[in-house]
């Protein structure tokens, strides 16, 4: 079975950290661009990081750079997002998604496989 399983979320104090991590099962990530996404409460799906094939390439949005970090391990065929300073904010469900590119990183209207999701919850 195709799949992207995420786990690695939970409940932390504001600042606190957490470390997602995003596996594939039946593929391996080697040919893919991996993206983490998140959606708010009452808003779209926001692309929060990317990672290319090459592991060389990294994007970042605003809201979270300095203080994300993402990394691949092809031989675990694992991606990961370690969050840190976390804040409040970063409440919300985060997906990671694959997209068969060298070039590209995955969107929310393009990419290949979708993981079901892990919550994150900041709260004191």
């Known amino acids: 079975q195709v799949q992207l399983v995420e786990s690695g979320g939970g409940l932390v104090q504001p600042g606190g950290s957490l470390r997602l991590s995003c596996a594939a099962s039946g593929f391996t990530l080697d040919p893919y661009a991996i993206g983490w996404f998140r959606q708010p409460p009452g808003k779209e799906r926001e692309g929060v990081s990317c990672?290319?094939?090459?592991?060389?390439?990294?994007y970042y949005a605003d809201s979270v750079k300095g203080r994300f970090t993402i990394s691949r391990d092809n031989a675990k065929n694992t991606v990961y997002l370690q969050m840190d300073s976390l804040k409040p904010e970063d409440t919300v469900v985060y997906y990671c998604a694959a997209y068969r590119s060298a070039l590209r990183c995955p969107t929310t209207g393009l990419s290949d496989y979708w993981g079901q999701g892990t919550q994150v919850t900041v709260s004191s």
């Open positions: 990672i290319r094939r090459s592991g060389v390439y990294t």
